[in-house]
Structure formats: structure tokens, C-alpha cells
């Protein structure tokens, strides 16, 4: 499915349209639709940890989202080698109004989100269940 980028990705300035393919529940693709050499590995964080954000109202405002929106939140996976060195970046989730089709990458204030990590290892997930 494809979505329109509001605002932009932090270090893809460019990118302005993603489409967002599921692997599994846990891992999905995105592909700039314009560039074919710039995709993503995106994680389900809810499949990892308790995970609540609180989305500025800047952002609902750019992603029109409402009490009635449907919403999905990806995380943006660094592959490394081995896999389980791989990190998540917790701290600037991908926010997505699935009824409009937007996209949108925020940035959390640590402070109010204390248990999210901006490099958090897939390793450390496994020691935690």
C-alpha cells in the first residue's frame, strides 16, 4: 500500500511517497516509491514491548487524524550483521492515517517516553521474554 509522506523522514528529505509491504506481523518493507535504491526495515513495536506514545498535536494535525482515525506505527529497523545487533529507534516512530493514506515520522521527547531507546538491539528483546 502506498502512502504520502508528510513532512519527512529524518535523512530522506526526498522521499515524499513510501509503499509499505508486511514480511510478517513483525517486520515490514518501505520503499520510496520514487527511488528504488532507498528502502526501509520496519518493526512492529507493539510485537516487542509495551509501547504507548503520545502523538504531538502538530503531527495529528498533518496526519488529520482524528478520534475515529485508524492509525498504524511502525519503528525504522538498522540491519546489522549479526541480525541480533540489528537496532530499533524507538524515539522517532513512523505514524501512518491509514483511512487517508499519510504518513509522518515524529520524534518523541525522552523525558516522556523513558523506556524507549533510540538504538535498542533485537537481542535485547529475547533476554527480556
Given at each position: ?116 531507546g533510540m538504538a535498542e538491539t533485537i537481542e535485547s528483546f529475547k533476554e527480556n521474554r
Amino acid at each position: 500500500m502506498s502512502y504520502k509522506v508528510k513532512g519527512e523522514i529524518l535523512g530522506f528529505q526526498d522521499t515524499k511517497e513510501v509503499a509499505i509491504n508486511e514480511i510478517d506481523p513483525l517486520f515490514s518493507t518501505m520503499l520510496d516509491v520514487d527511488n528504488e535504491n532507498i528502502s526501509f526495515t520496519l518493526v512492529n513495536p507493539f510485537l516487542l514491548q509495551d509501547y504507548t506514545i503520545d502523538i504531538p498535536l502538530d503531527a495529528k494535525e498533518l496526519l488529520e487524524i482524528d478520534d475515529n482515525s485508524n492509525i498504524a506505527v511502525y519503528n525504522i529497523l538498522i540491519i546489522q550483521k549479526p541480525l541480533e545487533k540489528s537496532t530499533i529507534n524507538f524515539l522517532a516512530p513512523l505514524v501512518i492515517n491509514m483511512d487517508k493514506k499519510l504518513l509522518a515520522q515524529i520524534i518523541l521527547e525522552p523525558k516522556k517516553h523513558p523506556d524507549c531507546g533510540m538504538a535498542e538491539t533485537i537481542e535485547s528483546f529475547k533476554e527480556n521474554r
